[in-house]
């Protein structure tokens, strides 16, 4: 168990209704004036951007909105939320939705206090050093972002989906109601899953160890989702099912599934290969779901490198499938290792997610587009597990097809 800080400053209210306290909580830390941040109108028509901001109205807190934030927010959203915040001097920020809404208002939040472009912090021509507040309403448990320190935004211009990490930006409260997951299309319920998978596994296989406390918290985490994914695909407004799926998705995520398996104290456990290969998918395509590109690219980088250290395979395999080699020769660890990615990969397509890059209508010919925006993104080399060249890049993606 290597060494390692967490850090999950966010308060986490969960259950039914909670979306209705949400003007009390920013009342009682004192906000007066928050910015709303919406997508393309889920919660317009649920209703419950309408609790929200009645819930705001009752507790005398003042508000202005940003809507139209897309899937794979684009840096645009980013700079009319910036100047929005600017004019009405908001001291809260607010978002309603999931990961897209979510990682928006998270660069307004910083990007309010640059005096250039918000796309420097991106390429890494700026650091964040000051944040304003963030509370959210979470709609769709998938990306984490209601605990994590990250923010990923696409600029189409030049094709790009790039990260940023700060603890400054992760949420004061989140609001955790199952209840209003109950709309949530099954592809969405599925690719929301399937990314809540990649980060416990990202974490998992970090090449940096293992530790039994933390592999025990993440495999159960990942059987818990084998287990509900399908009830709620099935029974949509299963409670007890959204309730586990969506409190999944904060654990996978706010670090707790990394503790001790981190290659610096400071730094987030993984290498991350997994979504920097599916980040280009998404920068390229954006109606590509994160979580969808994820169900293919993450079994297809699992069958590149598990070579590496087969041991490390066997133990998910064993924890998550119960799936043992029948001896110990190099045949029988190759046939668990496989059987359990074929398992993975099986688990993902029942729910309905992609199997191959084909199905998204994407083309090898693509592939020289994906590595340019990857060498942008993580240089020549990148990974944890295994070091992967652009080459190898290359590999796993006509793998994927
Ligand atoms: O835009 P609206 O109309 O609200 O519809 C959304 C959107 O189309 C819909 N939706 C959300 N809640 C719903 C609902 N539909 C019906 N009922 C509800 N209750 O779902 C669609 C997807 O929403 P989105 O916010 O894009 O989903 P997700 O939470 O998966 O976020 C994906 C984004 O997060 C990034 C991804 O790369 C992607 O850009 N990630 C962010 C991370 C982070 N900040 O920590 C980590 C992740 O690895 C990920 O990279
Ligand atoms: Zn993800």
Redesign the pocket.
């Known amino acids: 168990m290597n060494d390692f800080e967490f850090y999950s400053p966010t308060r986490f209210v969960f259950g039914r209704g909670v979306t209705d306290a949400v003007g009390q909580h920013v009342a009682e830390l004192g906000y007066k004036r928050a910015l709303l941040v919406?997508?393309?109108?889920?919660?317009v028509r649920?209703g419950?951007l309408a609790r929200v901001k009645e819930s705001l109205a009752k507790a005398g807190i003042e508000f202005v909105e940003l809507s139209g934030?897309?899937?794979?927010?684009e840096v645009a959203s980013v700079r009319e939320g910036i100047a929005v915040a600017r004019e009405n001097d908001v001291d809260l920020v607010l978002p309603v939705?999931?990961?897209?809404?979510?990682?928006c208002a998270?660069a307004i939040a910083f990007g309010v206090f640059h005096d250039g472009d918000v796309w420097d912090f991106f390429a890494k021509k700026a650091v964040i050093e000051q944040a304003l507040p963030l509370m959210c309403v979470l709609?769709?448990p998938?990306?984490?972002?209601e605990g994590?320190s990250?923010?990923?935004i696409?600029n189409d211009s030049i094709d790009a989906?790039f990260?940023v990490n700060s603890d400054l930006i992760r949420p004061k409260v989140s609001f955790l109601d199952p209840e209003?997951?109950f709309?949530?299309?099954a592809y969405?319920t599925a690719?929301?899953v399937t990314?809540m998978i990649?980060?416990i596994c990202e974490r998992f296989f970090s090449g940096t160890g293992s530790s039994e406390v933390t592999d025990n918290i993440a495999t159960g985490i990942i059987r818990t989702l084998i287990n509900q994914a399908p009830v709620a695909i099935a029974e949509p407004e299963n409670y007890e099912a959204r309730a586990n799926i969506m409190w999944s998705g904060t654990l996978a995520?706010n670090d707790l599934a990394g503790c001790g398996l981190n290659a610096v104290p400071t730094s987030r456990a993984g290498g991350w290969e997994s979504?920097a290969l599916e980040?280009q998918l998404?920068a390229f395509d954006t109606s590509i779901?994160?979580?969808a590109g994820l169900a293919v690219m993450m079994p297809a980088w699992m069958r590149f490198v598990w070579r590496e250290d087969p041991n490390r395979f066997l133990a998910f395999a064993d924890l998550v499938f119960g799936i043992e080699p029948v001896d110990e020769t190099e045949e029988a660890v190759e046939d668990a290792v496989t059987a359990a990615i074929d398992e993975l990969q099986a688990f993902f397509a029942e729910l309905g997610m992609p199997t191959k890059l084909g199905e998204f209508g994407l083309k090898p010919e693509n592939i020289d587009s994906f590595l340019a925006t990857l060498k942008a993104n993580k240089g020549e080399v990148f990974g944890g597990f295994k070091k992967i060249t652009l080459e190898d890049a290359r590999v796993i993606y006509e793998s994927a097809f």
Do not use: E, F
Request: aromatic share 2%.
């Open positions: 919406y997508g393309g109108g889920s919660v649920t419950t934030v897309r899937p794979n927010p939705g999931g990961g897209s809404t979510i990682d998270k709609t769709i998938a990306a984490g972002s994590s990250s923010c990923v696409s989906k990260g209003l997951t709309t949530l299309p969405q690719a929301g990314d990649a980060h995520h979504h980040h998404s779901t994160h979580g």
